[in-house]
């Protein structure tokens, strides 16, 4: 059974940084392309990022410039390292996996498409 595991969620002012992580056990991540999705309180689940197993990556405009997506396929982890932080990321983010390389498209960022999923990482924004 594939498990994903989030880590580094927290409580950060306006401005500040944290960067999430994403632990699986049981996954080749090189064989898989992740994502970043985020779910705030009465909203849909969106994608923040992508990386392909081209490490080709594709961001979500809301933050784009700010957060950046990374793989290390030797230790099975995947990061996201989010900078200049807004009260507007408050949310708890997931990590996901979907076997296969990249679309290309607007589709990588499509929560639909993914078949494992991490329990969720909470980050909260502060003004």
């Known amino acids: 059974q594939v498990q994903l595991e989030e880590s580094g969620g927290g409580s950060v002012q306006s401005e500040g940084s944290l960067r999430l992580s994403c632990a699986a056990a049981?996954?080749?991540?090189?064989?898989?392309?992740m994502g970043w999705f985020r779910q705030a309180p009465g909203k849909e689940r969106e994608g923040v990022a992508h990386?392909?197993?081209?490490?080709?990556?594709r961001y979500a405009d809301s933050v784009k410039g700010r957060f950046t997506i990374l793989r290390d396929n030797a230790k099975n982890i995947l990061y996201l390292h989010m900078n200049v932080l807004k009260p507007d990321d408050t949310a708890m983010y997931f990590c996901?996996?979907?076997?296969?390389?990249?679309?290309?498209?607007?589709?990588?960022?499509?929560?639909?498409?993914?078949?494992?999923w991490g329990q969720g990482t909470q980050v909260t924004v502060s003004s």
């Open positions: 049981t996954l080749t991540y090189a064989d898989y392309s």
């Open positions: 990386i392909g197993t081209d490490a080709s990556t």
């Open positions: 996901a996996a979907r076997r296969g390389g990249p679309w290309y498209n607007q589709r990588d960022l499509l929560p639909n498409f993914y078949t494992y």
